[in-house]
């Protein structure tokens, strides 16, 4: 069972200073801290960016998991960047600069956002942002940014001083796309990334295309009926569902939690499934979803980071483990390593 957790910026919306007992803008630090308690947890991966309707303050994901690259040493981080305004050779540079910083640790969310989100973000903006043409657009992105990462071959970084080699020229290949909704040129210059490709994870919605590429799905889904039946249109992704803990020792006590938490900030009702419980009651209920075939995981949304990421910490991934549910340790350096996903050859390669 892969167990990732979604960072939000909870803490910032204004009714929420009244849940954290804080106010004002602390920077990065308490997504550090985040960080630093889900790998305790042994967590496969932190995501960080993923719209969750809560309103407050959002900083930009890219910087901010660069910045968490010094605080954590085995997670993976995954940062959102959706394909409505991205263009592919931006994406694969910057993703491949950020997989190689981190060791091979990062992965790239992607998804539509839709009109009604950019609307006011961007001026003139001449892009399609719903329905086939958008769709179609992601297609063609992420396909190009793959080709991209695939334009320098493994073992292609030579750097030999004594023959004054940098690369393999055999091993660096052209890239001339010209296609409906990009023209690109590459090779990429910035060498392949540690993991081939960093892991590509997508937002699915219930009307969302099944797009070529992607390796792990992220989705809300309200039942274990519903996830079979979008985990079955995906094939051989990792399917991720999102879901909301709100813990306590006993049941009463979660449940008048969640009840204080719907007044002080009512926008977190949306933002996921909900589970309201103890720990106890958290692991069986990710036990059940898991073993009925629902999904290959669960994306963690914290309803408050500094108790609820500490009980799942703490108290469910214990019990998960011995059900052998969650391993003890890490299993290798890379994301992929974490989620069981091979190591891709550049699709150029002889």
């Known amino acids: 069972m892969h167990l990732v957790a979604s960072l939000a910026a909870h803490g910032w919306h204004p009714a929420a200073w009244r849940v954290t007992g804080k106010a004002g803008f602390e920077g990065v630090a308490p997504f550090r801290t985040m960080a630093r308690t889900a790998e305790r947890g042994g967590l496969d991966a932190v995501l960080l960016g993923l719209p969750a309707e809560s309103g407050g303050l959002h900083l930009d994901p ?7 690259i010094g605080a954590t040493k085995h997670i993976g981080l995954c940062g959102y960047w959706p394909a409505d305004v ?3 050779f931006h994406v694969a540079r910057v993703m491949a600069t950020l997989d190689h910083l981190a060791s091979g640790r990062t992965g790239w969310i992607t998804g539509l956002e839709g009109a009604e989100a950019l609307a006011g973000r961007f001026q003139g903006l001449d892009l399609p942002t719903s329905g086939p043409e958008a769709e179609a657009r992601l297609v063609e992105l992420v396909d190009v940014a793959r080709q991209l990462w695939d334009s320098w071959e493994d073992g292609s970084f030579v750097v030999d001083q004594a023959t004054a080699t940098f690369s393999d020229s055999e091993k660096v290949r052209p890239i001339e796309h010209a296609g409906r909704f990009f023209t690109v040129r590459g090779p990429l210059n910035v060498p392949r990334p540690v993991q081939g490709q960093p892991v590509i994870l997508y937002r699915d919605r219930p009307s969302a295309p099944v797009v070529a590429g992607i390796e792990v799905v992220l989705a809300a889904s309200a039942n274990i009926a519903e996830a079979k039946a979008r985990r079955a249109a995906w094939g051989g992704a990792h399917f991720i569902v999102r879901v909301m803990p709100i813990l306590a020792e006993t049941e009463a006590a979660a449940a008048k939690r969640a009840a204080d938490l719907d007044v002080l900030v009512p926008v977190m009702s949306k933002a996921a499934l909900r589970f309201v419980g103890t720990p106890q009651q958290f692991a069986a209920w990710l036990a059940e979803w898991h073993t009925a075939g629902a999904c290959d995981g669960f994306d963690i949304l914290p309803a408050v980071s500094t108790v609820d990421l500490d009980l799942v910490v703490d108290a469910v991934v214990p019990l998960l ?24 050859a550049s699709r150029f390669a002889a």
């Open 62 to 68: 890219l910087p901010l998991l660069g910045a968490m």
């Open 321 to 344: 483990r011995k059900q052998d549910l969650r391993p003890s340790s890490y299993a290798g350096p890379t994301l992929r390593d974490l989620l069981g996903l091979t190591h891709p």
């Open 86 to 88: 991205a263009e592919p």
